[in-house]
C-alpha cells in the first residue's frame, strides 16, 4: 500500500522566503507525482504534474523535482507571497493503478 | 473551458437517509474519480469510473456507490448516512484513459450528517 508523507505539516515564513516542500512515498513505483494547492474549504488546484521520466517540472516560480529512486519530491517556490498561503498537497499515482495517494498536506502562512 | 462543476455545493442530511451528489467532468473528459476529504482520515479514494465502467474502488463500504452516464458525468450515492459521513467530497476528472494523465478537482460537496 502506498504511503505518501508530508513534512513538516505547517509552515509559516515571512514574504519573500522561498518555500521549501517535502513530499516522501514508500513505493517507487509510481506513474506520475501531482502537486496540489487547496485554499481552506475550497476544491484541489493542480499546480504541477512530473511523470515518473521526468526529474522535474517548473511553471512560474514553482518548481518541483522528483527522485523517484529515493522516494521523494520537493516544491520550490521562489519568492514567496502572502497568496500563497495555502495548503499544499502532494499525490501519487501507482503504475497500473486509478487513484491518487494522498499526502496529509502542508499548510503554508506566508506573512506580510 | 469550463472546469468540473458539483452539485450541489452544501448539503446538510440527518442520519439515516441517503444522498446523491452530482459531476460533471470538463468537456471532452472520460474518466472521473471521487474522493473523501475530512480532518481526521485526509483525502481517500472512493471510486474512478471510465466510460460507464468502474475501474477501481477504496475501502469504503457498500452504502457508497456510484455511476456514470454516456455523456460522462457521475453521480455517487451514500445510503444510510452516518455522522461520520459527514466530510468535503471531491470529483476529479482526467483527459483519457490512461493513468498518466492530470488530474483536475471540482469546488467539491460539503455533506453535513445530523
Known amino acids: 500500500k502506498q504511503e505518501v508523507t508530508q513534512i513538516p505539516a505547517a509552515l509559516s515564513v515571512p514574504e519573500g522566503e522561498n518555500l521549501v516542500l517535502n513530499c516522501s512515498f514508500t513505493?517507487?513505483?509510481?506513474?506520475?507525482l501531482q502537486w496540489f494547492r487547496q485554499d481552506p474549504g475550497k476544491g484541489l488546484t493542480s499546480l504541477l504534474l512530473?511523470?515518473?521520466?521526468?526529474r522535474e517540472q517548473t511553471s512560474g516560480r514553482l518548481n518541483a523535482s522528483l527522485d523517484k529512486s529515493s522516494g521523494r519530491s520537493t516544491l520550490y517556490i521562489a519568492a514567496s507571497q502572502p497568496g500563497d498561503s495555502a495548503t499544499y498537497l502532494c499525490a501519487v499515482r501507482v503504475s497500473g493503478d486509478y487513484k491518487l495517494s494522498f499526502g496529509a498536506g502542508t499548510t503554508v502562512t506566508v506573512r506580510a | 473551458k469550463a472546469g468540473v462543476t458539483q452539485t450541489p455545493r452544501y448539503l446538510i442530511k440527518t442520519r439515516g437517509q441517503q444522498v446523491t451528489l452530482s459531476c460533471s467532468p470538463i468537456s471532452g473528459h472520460r474518466s472521473v474519480s471521487w474522493y473523501q476529504q475530512t480532518p481526521g482520515q485526509g483525502l481517500q479514494f472512493l471510486f474512478e469510473y471510465f466510460s460507464e465502467t468502474q475501474r477501481n474502488k477504496g475501502n469504503f463500504p457498500g452504502r457508497f456507490s456510484g455511476r456514470q452516464f454516456s455523456n460522462s458525468r457521475s453521480e455517487m450515492n451514500v445510503s444510510t448516512l452516518e455522522l461520520g459521513d459527514s466530510a468535503l467530497y471531491l470529483c476529479?476528472?482526467?483527459?483519457?484513459?490512461?493513468?498518466?494523465?492530470?488530474?483536475?478537482f471540482g469546488p467539491g460537496t460539503r455533506l453535513t450528517v445530523t
Open positions: 512530473i511523470q515518473s521520466s521526468q
Open positions: 476529479a476528472s482526467s483527459l483519457a484513459g490512461t493513468v498518466g494523465y492530470e488530474q483536475y
Open positions: 513505493d517507487s513505483a509510481i506513474y506520475n
